[in-house]
């Protein structure tokens, strides 16, 4: 079945450590999405990329990073500069034509919890 | 503003209907959707509608969208526990290439 995978599920970081969330999917989509989400603040976005080699930011992006080297992968980096990322982390993908997300809209992965300690 | 408005907090008893209402902002959104997540989940797609559409149902869910007043609402009938979730209203504004989400409805259901 085509779907979505993010890994880990619960990720614990150290201070002035950097980690890697993963997100992979097997649909073929074009777009993919990382937001954050905060109790009460709802969904953040922080990167996206609609094409292989190319991404932007969102309107969080400080204190993070991604890469688009492959269609089917889009990890995003948690760097030291970010000063508050304990949040729950989700990524999404889309089919698109032409620019326009198609009627499914996103498909979601199932988040990875972050935790500093 | 690009804002997607709901309400934050709903509380139903069980067996009655829920509605949750979203007002949106663009006017050339193509299609609205509703999402929903359950505790430590994703998001998961319930229903969309068209622009072009004023009601869409699906078994005890029915949306209904009034272009003119950009409202959007989402009902569910005879609510039951599974349905303790929190609700994403969400745009695709043709300018655009992301999906605009509001806050999200936490739906609490009391006994």
């Known amino acids: 079945d085509g779907g979505i995978t993010q890994s880990p599920k619960y990720l614990f970081r150290k201070e002035g450590q950097n980690v890697t969330l993963s997100c992979e999917q097997n649909?073929?989509?074009?777009?993919m999405y990382w937001y954050r989400q905060d109790p009460g603040q709802g969904l953040r976005l922080i990167y996206y990329?609609?094409?292989?080699?190319?991404?932007q930011k969102g309107d969080i992006a400080e204190g993070y990073s991604v890469s688009r080297e492959k269609k089917e992968s889009f990890p995003l980096t948690v760097t030291s500069a970010q000063k508050n990322p304990t949040a729950f982390y989700l990524c999404?993908?889309?089919?698109?034509?032409?620019?326009?997300?198609?009627?499914?809209?996103?498909?979601f992965g199932s988040g990875t919890r972050l935790t500093v300690v | 503003g690009e804002d997607v408005e709901q309400s934050l907090f709903l509380s139903v008893r069980e067996g009655d209907s829920s509605v949750i209402n979203c007002t949106y902002t663009?006017?050339?959104?193509?299609?609205l959707y509703w999402y929903k997540q359950e505790p430590g989940a994703g998001l998961q797609l319930l229903t969309y509608?068209?622009?072009?559409?004023d009601m869409k149902q699906d078994q005890r869910l029915t949306v209904l969208l009034n272009k003119k007043d950009k409202h959007l609402s989402l009902r569910i009938a005879d609510t039951q526990t599974g349905d303790s979730a929190i609700y994403f209203c969400?745009?695709?504004?043709?300018?655009?290439?992301?999906?605009?989400f509001g806050k999200g409805t936490r739906l609490h259901i009391l006994p």
């Open positions: 990329s609609q094409i292989v080699n190319d991404f």
């Open positions: 649909l073929n989509h074009d777009a």
């Open positions: 999404a993908s889309s089919a698109t034509r032409a620019g326009r997300i198609l009627n499914y809209g996103y498909t």
């Open positions: 509608i068209f622009s072009n559409m």
């Open positions: 663009d006017s050339s959104s193509t299609y």
């Open positions: 969400a745009e695709s504004p043709n300018r655009d290439d992301k999906i605009i």
